[in-house]
């Protein structure tokens, strides 16, 4: 398989800094051609599954994403992401079939224009606190820190199927997953020993114990 290949992109970005305010402002248009895809579809039975490998295709990946920070204090900090995309398949193209000893089984054409690309969410919301503990821990050059980050994750579409975009199914959109949202904390702890500098860090992630969908296959 022919590597994937970056054909063509456009980047744009400002950065805005001030003693309480730091900003990031990143847009993209990314073009993509000959890019390889190898997907694995389980068999309806449940019995195994079939391989996929499709020798190259158009992707086009365009966004734009922003980034603030703001210190309410020496000590406090909010901080917050917003980062929109649309990531879409370009094209159609053939693919070959193996079964699970890798023998060609079977050759298909199939069209995914317009298809969203899956397993990533192309919208993204997230907000954060950071509280941080300087100076205050047993010796001066000692730091401490404790933030909590709440993420939004929506638009997140599972894989194309493509032995299915054929005929009168060609270009069909990949099922949209539900949109979910994950609350998590974090905690370190930074100090010297003689010349080194050491961090303990520590995550707590999702702590609402919140079942959501991250990756499917349409």
Do not use: C
Not at 17 to 43: C, F, H, M, V
Not at 104 to 114: E, G, H, L
Not at 196 to 210: E, P, T, V, W
Request: aromatic residues 14%; glycine residues 8%.
């Amino acid at each position: 398989v022919s590597p994937g290949r970056l054909t063509a992109t456009t980047l744009f970005g400002y950065a805005f800094r001030k003693p309480k305010l730091a900003l990031n402002i990143n847009g993209y248009y990314t073009q993509w051609k000959n890019k390889p895809e190898t997907i694995s579809i389980p068999d309806s039975e449940g019995g195994g599954s079939s391989q996929f490998n499709i020798n190259g295709m158009v992707a086009l990946h365009k966004g734009i994403e922003l980034d603030a920070a703001y210190k309410l204090s020496p000590s406090l900090q909010v901080e917050g992401l917003v980062s929109f995309g649309d990531w879409k398949w370009m094209s159609g193209d053939s693919g070959v079939v193996y079964d699970d000893n890798l023998d060609s089984v079977d050759y298909f054409v199939f069209d995914a224009t317009n298809v969203h690309v899956g397993d990533a969410a192309q919208t993204q919301i997230s907000s954060s606190v950071r509280y941080e503990l300087k100076n205050k821990l047993f010796l001066s050059k000692n730091n401490a820190y404790i933030k909590a980050r709440i993420t939004y994750f929506g638009r997140h579409y599972a894989d194309f199927n493509p032995f299915i975009l054929s005929g009168s199914n060609g270009g069909r959109e990949s099922w949209q997953m539900p949109d979910y949202y994950l609350i998590d904390m974090h905690t370190g702890y930074s100090f010297n020993v003689k010349d080194y500098r050491l961090a303990i860090r520590f995550s707590l992630l999702n702590i609402l114990d919140h079942i959501y969908i991250s990756d499917g296959e349409n």
